[in-house]
């Protein structure tokens, strides 16, 4: 059933690229369930992946960034698909690259039920990550999928890609951030989670970060559509993930749009991050 669903998002996220193509990067009036406002091209990406998921046997439902509910159908079948349709929209109007985000969970919404997660990054290249038994690395050339290998992080980097306003961090974690700089990290931010954690994966290693702030306690991303995916991701390939102190793959969710501070690494920085944050318990 998995592999059902990678056929069809290799085929939709081919249409959100044709999407992007289009030269209006218009906003619209509406707002999506976070209050951010929503681009033209957001409402078409999330169409598009609903249509063509909720057309599958094996899906019994899909939630959205884009929605306040699920949106279920009639079936006998398992699977819930949750997706961010464009992750890091705000990007499109200055052309940097944007992604899409995938967790295919079976039965209920929750970490434990999350069995493959995939993100597609819209850049120079059309390219698909798909991550079930393994994670792997495919390119769209000539009209087909190409795959380019397998995903692994090696156990450090020295990328260093630290979302969130630093005016609104917690002292942990700038002197956690000050630290790795002096120890000759580099900054990769972009604004987009999908290109950033991309990177860090393509590169073999490194740490992203989006931390709790004093204007979101909570952190920013959400647990279903971007962290959780990307969690089972990075464990897949050798990596961790945290919210600093408790695995993300271990968190419970209340509400679809529940959000989360999160970090994604290699082991090394991982280790780092925690006894930063934890004083090594």
């Known amino acids: 059933m998995v592999e059902k ?10 249409g ?36 063509n998921l909720l057309a599958l046997a094996c899906v019994k439902g899909v939630c959205s960034e884009e929605k306040q509910e699920v949106v279920y159908k009639e079936s006998t079948q398992n699977l819930i698909v949750a997706y961010d349709p464009l992750d890091g929209s705000s990007l499109v109007d200055s052309n940097l690259s944007v992604g899409s985000i995938f967790g295919i969970y079976q039965e209920k919404l929750a970490a434990r039920n ?9 850049g120079p290249r059309l390219e698909l990550v798909l991550a079930y038994k393994k994670v792997l690395h495919f390119r769209y050339c000539g009209g087909e999928w190409v795959e380019i290998g397998e995903l692994r992080l090696k156990n450090s980097g020295k990328i260093n ?31 987009g989670m999908v290109p950033d954690l991309h990177q860090i994966l393509v590169k073999g290693g490194g740490l992203f970060s989006y931390p709790a702030t004093s204007d979101a306690k909570n952190g920013k991303l959400r647990k279903l559509f971007e962290v959780f995916p990307f969690a089972f991701i990075y464990e897949l390939s050798g990596g961790c ?31 780092f991050l925690k006894s930063m944050y934890t004083g090594g318990k």
């Open 161 to 191: 890609a630290p979302g969130g306003t630093q005016a609104n961090w917690e002292s942990k974690h700038k002197t956690m951030v000050d630290s790795l700089f002096a120890r000759g990290y580099r900054l990769r931010y972009s604004g």
């Open 114 to 122: 999350l069995i493959a997660s995939a993100y597609a990054l819209y």
């Open 241 to 271: 993930a945290s919210d600093g102190e408790r695995r993300l793959l271990d968190l419970e969710v209340e509400h679809i749009h529940d959000t989360t501070p999160c970090f994604f690494g290699s082991n090394d920085e991982m280790a």
């Open 16 to 51: 959100i690229d044709t999407l992007l193509k289009n030269p209006s990067t218009a906003y619209l009036q509406s707002h999506n369930s976070s209050g951010d406002v929503q681009l033209q091209v957001d409402v078409q990406a999330d169409r598009l992946l609903e249509d």
């Open 5 to 14: 669903v990678f056929e069809v998002l290799k085929r939709s996220v081919v």
